[in-house]
Structure formats: structure tokens, C-alpha cells
């Protein structure tokens, strides 16, 4: 009876990468992937006018 419960034990995963490793290269992925914001008109709009006032 023991030899098989051995066998349907599941086995142990041992992982190749440290876990800090993996968040890691998850966040970079999400910063990489996500694509920049389109600037709110109202905080483009000023500065437009002070352009013209420069000009």
C-alpha cells in the first residue's frame, strides 16, 4: 500500500527562478506593455497659451 500512494503523490516543482526574479520581470513586461496616456486637454491648453504669449 505504501509504494502506491509514493506513486500518486505529486511530485515536488522545484523552480529555476527566484520568485523576486519572476515579479520582477512581470512588472517590467506590464511597464513595457502598456501604452503611454494621452495628455488631458485642459493641462495642454495652458501651456499653449503661454507659448503665444512668449512668441
Do not use: Y
Not at 505504501?2 to 522545484?14: G, I, L, N
Not at 506590464?30 to 493641462?43: G, L, M, N, Y
Amino acid at each position: 500500500m505504501a509504494a502506491t500512494e509514493r506513486d500518486e503523490a505529486a511530485p515536488r516543482v522545484v523552480s529555476a527562478v527566484p520568485m523576486r526574479d519572476l515579479l520582477a520581470a512581470c512588472a517590467a513586461a506590464q511597464v513595457i506593455s502598456t501604452p503611454p496616456r494621452v495628455p488631458d486637454r485642459e493641462a495642454v491648453r495652458p501651456r499653449a497659451a503661454e507659448q503665444r504669449k512668449a512668441a
